[in-house]
């Protein structure tokens, strides 16, 4: 079995920063592409930052300049540093990877953390 747990979010005034964090655990051969969503409240969800496995990045033009992913293989986690943050960054944040498993070494699959929530006060 693989999972994703985040961590590091919470409450926050406008203009603070948060560092989430994302660990994969379980029968992982090998993580391909790791990724940050968001929801927020009555939206669909979005993504927000995605890493490679050579750390090549993308990311949704509205955290452009503040929000910044980063990982470590070494430890199967990756990072979302949030600087500036607003009230419209308030969201569910949900990790999600693209794992090769032990068991199937030459599938990558789909896994998703349960998420952690960002609130943001103006």
């Known amino acids: 079995q693989v999972q994703l747990v985040e961590s590091g979010g919470g409450l926050v005034q406008a203009g603070g920063s948060l560092r989430l964090s994302c660990v994969a655990s379980?029968?992982?051969?090998?993580?391909?592409?790791m990724g940050w969503y968001r929801q927020a409240p009555g939206k669909q969800r979005e993504l927000v930052a995605a890493?490679?496995?050579?750390?090549?990045?993308n990311s949704a033009d509205s955290v452009k300049g503040r929000f910044t992913i980063s990982r470590d293989n070494t430890k199967n986690t990756v990072y979302l540093q949030m600087n500036s943050l607003k009230p419209e960054d308030t969201a569910v944040y949900s990790c999600?990877?693209?794992?090769?498993?032990?068991?199937?070494?030459?599938?990558?699959?789909?896994?998703w953390g349960k998420g952690t929530l960002v609130t943001v006060s103006s």
């Open positions: 890493i490679t496995s050579d750390d090549n990045t």
């Open positions: 999600n990877a693209n794992i090769r498993t032990l068991d199937r070494p030459l599938y990558a699959e789909v896994y």
């Open positions: 379980g029968a992982i051969r090998y993580i391909t592409r």
